[in-house]
């Protein structure tokens, strides 16, 4: 086996223009399908995301506040209202609750954020907790203490156009303090995208120094986020109703179907484009081998009639497809996978959707997978060619080949 991969890689060097034509073809139909997964995967990650950690089954707000929470899942209503801080620690304890996060509703104000002026509600909420906005951040930088994180609206869409550049820093004056613009939240249809988000601990911090521009009840929050355990949303919402913690309980809106829906058309189109390369690549090894196989049947006539089998030529043959479709897939994928991280940002900016990128560890998987893929595709076009000319005696290859 080894001395024949060593015929099948000297004949790939020794006919140069046939190799690179079939590296070429694998180079293209990788690209092809490592962009169009790769789309997908992004899409599907935050997709899986915002299923598990965006959509809060439950909302727990003071009595008399459920009308005013309405039917979303994470609010930027300017309407201020509180409740103990208890509340969280008693839902918490029921044992079907995944997660429960709380927010903090502070109030709306006239400020600048990312060359984007207006009225902006702000709401504190927990990053230790919190399970309904990280994922829909544009990166995943940590969050400190006094980092500010903007909706859509609120400024985020210009501060996509420098998240990624360490040396550009964006400074918003709140309550007397300055916040570092840190991340943004994509656009989600909701108040979220208005408005501007700073962490529990700056509010608090802040709501205790003398003359603040804050005033809340100390220790209070505005809501509770719940997750709760699959089909146990209303088992959950009937133990948080024993409880009698005065609260309104508001069942979580169907985000998940809205951004099914935004995403789906680019979902079916990359699913489309995938299916598409893989039948034209198949088709195009076929035609090119077919032409290949064509050209050397003297060859393979003359290396048959020195005594090599059948088997031995198939498989050195399908081994030189393989190893040309490798090195093609392989710089294929690479350039795909260069092309999309170098430019991630300007796909945010022109697509405009929740797209969760993978770090480099996965899109190297992505890579490698794709170069398997391709090689294979390229190996089972090639079979049927081959075996075709094999089917002829040595004789009759060599007659052939010199016509």
């Not at 209202?81 to 918490?92: E, N, S």
């Not at 249809?189 to 003398?210: P, S, V």
């Not at 169907?254 to 058309?265: A, E, M």
Request: net charge positive; aromatic share 10%; with cysteine.
């Amino acid at each position: 086996m080894k001395k024949l991969s060593t015929v099948a890689w000297r004949n790939l060097k020794r006919k140069m223009s046939r190799t690179v034509l079939l590296s070429g073809s694998a180079a293209i139909t990788a690209f092809i399908l490592f962009a169009s997964y790769f789309f997908v995967f992004s899409m599907e990650r935050s997709i899986a995301a915002s299923s598990s950690r965006l959509g809060a089954d439950l909302m727990v707000v003071p009595k008399g506040f459920g009308g005013q929470a309405g039917d979303m899942i994470i609010s930027g209503t300017p309407t201020k209202f509180y409740m103990p801080g208890t509340v969280l620690d008693k839902i918490r304890t029921i044992g079907e609750v995944d997660a429960a996060s709380p927010q903090l509703y502070l109030q709306t104000v006239s400020t600048v954020c990312c060359q984007t002026s207006g009225d902006f509600p702000v709401v504190a909420y927990d990053p230790n907790t919190d399970f309904t906005l990280k994922n829909w951040m544009a990166s995943d930088k940590k969050i400190g203490k006094y980092d500010l994180i903007a909706g859509a609206n609120a400024g985020g869409k210009n501060y996509v156009y420098h998240f990624d550049n360490e040396y550009m820093q964006e400074w918003v004056t709140l309550f007397g303090k300055d916040f570092l613009l840190r991340n943004m939240i994509f656009p989600t249809g909701m108040g979220t995208d208005k408005t501007l988000f700073i962490t529990m601990d700056a509010a608090r911090e802040l709501n205790d120094k003398k003359g603040n521009k804050l005033h809340f009840p100390k220790g209070n929050i505005s809501i509770v986020l719940v997750k709760s355990k699959p089909g146990m949303e209303e088992f959950v919402k009937r133990q948080i109703d024993r409880m009698n913690l005065n609260v309104d309980i508001v069942k979580g809106s169907g985000l998940q179907d809205t951004v099914n829906k935004q995403v789906f058309p680019v979902k079916m189109m990359s699913y489309m484009m995938i299916g598409l390369v893989l039948i034209m690549s198949a088709l195009q090894v076929m035609t090119m081998f077919s032409a290949l196989i064509s050209e050397r049947r003297k060859e393979i006539g003359m290396l048959r009639a020195m005594g090599a089998s059948r088997a031995v030529t198939f498989r050195l043959l399908l081994m030189e497809a393989g190893f040309a479709s490798v090195i093609g897939a392989a710089i294929g994928s690479l350039l795909a996978a260069a092309a999309l991280y170098d430019n991630r940002i300007l796909i945010l900016q022109l697509l405009q959707l929740p797209m969760l990128f993978p770090d480099w560890t996965t899109g190297m998987l992505i890579g490698a997978v794709t170069t398997v893929a391709t090689t294979l595709i390229a190996i089972i076009a090639a079979f049927i060619p081959v075996r075709s000319a094999l089917k002829l005696q040595p004789y009759e290859a060599i007659r052939e080949g010199e016509y």
